[in-house]
Every structure is written in structure tokens, then in C-alpha cells.
Nanobody, 124 residues
Framework: QVQLVESGGGLVQAGASLRLSCAAS????????MGWFRQAPGKEREFVAS????????DYADSVKGRFTISRDNAKNTVYLQMNRLKPEDTAVYYC?????????????????WGQGTQVTVSS
């Protein structure tokens, strides 16, 4: 089992950058593929990005490709989401999630563990 805690959210203006972090504790962090999802009010949870256990493979939603970068540091048990050129439509609660397989799914039910989320608000 793994526990996940996100941090780094906040209120920023459009065009700004934020870096989200997700610290893991418990079972060996490198055993999990990791994903970032987000959920805006009244909308379903949507895939943002995922990264393999080793960090060698990543996937992105089309809406964030070229602006967001997912990375991980297995020595620090942390996964990051660097968000650049933020837009108002990026406003949401951002969640990190851990998958016991190395599939890097974009389907949120495939993930086994979730953090509590961190709010990102982008003003226009």
C-alpha cells in the first residue's frame, strides 16, 4: 500500500507556471506507475499525464501536451507535474494516483491509490 500527498497548488494568472508535487510513503515507490488527473466542478475526473515506474515513458492528454511535464524522482519518492502557460480551463483539483501495474493508463479506475488533491485556479 502507498500513501500519496499532493502539494504545490494555488491561484495564478493565465500564462503563469506551477509545479505540483506528490510525495509517496509506504510501499516502494518505484513499484508504481504514476498518474496525474484533474477534476473541475461539475465535470468528470480526467486524465492529465502518466509516467512509468522507471520514468522512461510518459503520456499526456492532448489538452496539456507541450505545456505540462510529468517527472519522478524515485530516490525522493516523489512525482512532479510542471505546468507552464496555464490557462483558465486548467482550473481544477489535481490528483496524483498510483498504479500497481506499469500500464500508464489514462482511465482513472485503473489506478489503485489516490491522494487528497490540490486546488489549481487560473484567473484570466
Amino acid at each position: 500500500q502507498v500513501q500519496l500527498v499532493e502539494s504545490g497548488g494555488g491561484l495564478v494568472q493565465a500564462g503563469a507556471s506551477l509545479r505540483l508535487s506528490c510525495a509517496a510513503s509506504g510501499r516502494t515507490f518505484s513499484s508504481y506507475a504514476m498518474g496525474w488527473f484533474r477534476q473541475a466542478p461539475g465535470k468528470e475526473r480526467e486524465f492529465v499525464a502518466s509516467i512509468s515506474r522507471s520514468g522512461g515513458s510518459t503520456d499526456y492528454a492532448d489538452s496539456v501536451k507541450g505545456r505540462f511535464t510529468i517527472s519522478r524522482d524515485n530516490a525522493k519518492n516523489t512525482v512532479y507535474l510542471q505546468m507552464n502557460r496555464l490557462k483558465p480551463e486548467d482550473t481544477a483539483v489535481y490528483y496524483c494516483a498510483a498504479d500497481e501495474t506499469d500500464y500508464r493508463s489514462s482511465y482513472y479506475p485503473d489506478y489503485d491509490y489516490w491522494g487528497q488533491g490540490t486546488q489549481v485556479t487560473v484567473s484570466s
